[in-house]
């Protein structure tokens, strides 16, 4: 029996996905065997695959070929010997890093994530990534109060949508930077909206925030947005940026930048935040979050928006979209049976 996969063989654009086939083996001792109903479709596979990942696990850039994906949520098909953590049919997510664009994925028994089976398998999938970088860094990070000021830089995007649902939740102030085209889906969880194309956000902030915010979350690393962002902190201030940088040239500014906001007595703080932190250090506070996110999504407290919904092997299609940058919310690979 096999599976198949969506893998890249060299370093470049959509067009190197290629569907492989591979052979449906048993669990290894230790493994799970898990059939992946939905994989998130997200930025960081874009610049693994292009070559351009620094960190989120991949420190140079992860070597052709791979299958990448890094995110999924799936059911238990198989164990292992000496398997632990789960049993056969139970519903769980795992932050892979690369390995999501696949029909079947082996994995770790003792790190996987538990999910509500009741939970629509696509939308489960966008709380694996795009909405735990939101919540914490909103919440481990920015450490938000209620009514506070924020912006968000990149707003519109899956990340950017998950920090207007919980900045809402949160009755938060929120300002959102995105594109008009994108502006009613912030209006919608009441946010503020400034055009990046024709509006400056500083400008705009400072006229209507004259104390200045409690805190700037960013998605994207140009020292422009970082220069502005930070000019608009008020002392006791938190810019939190999640955003990869495009070169190794702009991480160096970036960290130079965070040393010397966070050293000078100016009252203000740069936090960088990244998931490898899951992988290297306690994944106690993970694990809460999920567990509280998962909550929120049963409730109906969350609502992920998904832009659409590709099949698994149709990777690339959904890659291309991400990159044309018309994409609302979330794009998710699922299995036939989803769409």
């Known amino acids: 029996m096999s599976y198949k996969s969506v893998l890249v063989s060299q370093n470049g654009g959509p067009e190197v996905l290629h569907v492989i086939e591979n052979e449906l083996r048993p669990p290894r001792a230790g493994e799970a065997r898990i059939r992946v109903l939905a994989a998130a479709v997200c930025r960081p596979d874009i610049t693994a695959r292009a070559g351009r990942a620094l960190y989120s696990g991949t420190p140079l850039g992860q070597k052709t070929p791979f299958v990448p994906g890094y995110a999924i949520v799936g059911?238990?098909?198989?164990?292992?010997?000496?398997?632990?953590?789960?049993?056969?049919?139970?519903?769980?997510?795992?932050?892979?890093?690369?390995?999501?664009?696949?029909?079947?994925?082996?994995?770790?028994?003792?790190?996987?994530?538990?999910?509500?089976?009741?939970?629509?398998?696509?939308?489960?999938?966008?709380?694996?990534?795009?909405?735990?970088?939101?919540?914490?860094?909103?919440?481990?990070?920015?450490?938000?109060?209620?009514?506070?000021?924020?912006?968000?830089?990149?707003?519109?995007?899956?990340?950017?949508?998950?920090?207007?649902?919980?900045?809402?939740?949160?009755?938060?102030?929120?300002?959102?930077?995105?594109?008009?085209?994108?502006?009613?889906?912030?209006?919608?969880?009441?946010?503020?909206?400034?055009?990046?194309?024709?509006?400056?956000?500083?400008?705009?902030?400072?006229?209507?925030?004259?104390?200045?915010?409690?805190?700037?979350?960013?998605?994207?690393?140009?020292?422009?947005?970082?220069?502005?962002?930070?000019?608009?902190?008020?002392?006791?201030?938190?810019?939190?940026?999640?955003g990869e940088p495009d070169s190794f040239s702009t991480l160096l500014r970036v960290l130079w930048t965070m040393l010397k906001v966070n050293l000078l007595p100016g009252g203000k703080t740069v936090k960088l935040y990244g998931t490898s932190t899951y992988f290297l250090g306690d994944k106690k506070p993970y694990l809460e979050d999920w567990a509280t996110l998962f909550k929120l999504l049963a409730d109906g407290q969350i609502k992920p928006i998904i832009d659409r919904k590709f099949p698994i092997l149709q990777a690339a299609q959904a890659n291309l979209l991400l990159e044309s940058g018309q994409v609302t919310g979330n794009l998710v690979l699922v299995t036939p049976e989803l769409l």
């Open 75 to 242: 059911d238990v098909d198989a164990l292992g010997e000496g398997a632990s953590g789960a049993v056969v049919g139970d519903r769980v997510g795992v932050l892979t890093v690369i390995g999501g664009y696949s029909e079947y994925l082996y994995w770790k028994s003792d790190r996987l994530v538990p999910v509500p089976p009741a939970l629509d398998p696509a939308e489960a999938v966008t709380l694996m990534l795009n909405y735990i970088v939101a919540y914490q860094t909103l919440h481990r990070s920015a450490k938000v109060n209620h009514g506070d000021r924020v912006l968000i830089i990149g707003a519109s995007g899956g990340i950017g949508t998950a920090l207007l649902q919980l900045g809402r939740l949160a009755n938060l102030r929120m300002y959102g930077v995105a594109s008009r085209s994108k502006h009613v889906a912030l209006l919608a969880y009441g946010a503020i909206p400034i055009d990046y194309h024709t509006q400056d956000f500083v400008a705009v902030i400072r006229r209507a925030e004259p104390d200045g915010l409690q805190a700037v979350i960013s998605g994207m690393t140009r020292m422009d947005y970082l220069r502005g962002g930070l000019e608009l902190l008020r002392r006791g201030g938190t810019l939190v940026s999640f």
